[in-house]
Nanobody
Framework: QVQLVESGGGVVQAGDSLRLCCAGDGMVVRLYTLGWFRQAPGKEREGVAAISRTSSSTPYEDSVKGRFTISRDNAKNTVILQMGDLRPEDTGVYYC?????????????????????WGQGTQVTVSS
């Protein structure tokens, strides 16, 4: 059974950094294209960043460009979201997502319906 488990959320002040980690269980992460999404209170879930199997493609949502970095460690079966210069508008529940893509090295997805597997989410709260 495929499971994704996020960790690393917390309460921080504006300008601080956080590192979110998502570990895959029951899956070989290198065969999946991966993404991070977030959902703020009262808002729809939105894509934050995605990463292809080979890390050749890493698209970002405009508001996080230059502040967030997505990476993957296939040997450790994990995907990381390094977040810097955090802002109150970054507050929300952050989810990692995975979609099986064994035949494509460079494919990535930015829409939530394109992913089959989801973690339970980790809360990030940024105070001003």
């Amino acid at each position: 059974q495929v499971q994704l488990v996020e960790s690393g959320g917390g309460v921080v002040q504006a300008g601080d950094s956080l590192r979110l980690c998502c570990a895959g269980d029951g899956m070989v992460v290198r065969l999946y294209t991966l993404g991070w999404f977030r959902q703020a209170p009262g808002k729809e879930r939105e894509g934050v960043a995605a990463i292809s199997r080979t890390s050749s493609s890493t698209p970002y949502e405009d508001s996080v460009k230059g502040r967030f970095t997505i990476s993957r460690d296939n040997a450790k079966n994990t995907v990381i979201l390094q977040m810097g210069d955090l802002r109150p508008e970054d507050t929300g529940v952050y989810y990692c997502a995975a979609q099986f893509a064994p035949l494509s090295d460079d494919i990535y997805y930015v829409r939530d319906y394109e992913y089959r597997y989801w973690g339970q989410g980790t809360q990030v709260t940024v105070s001003s």
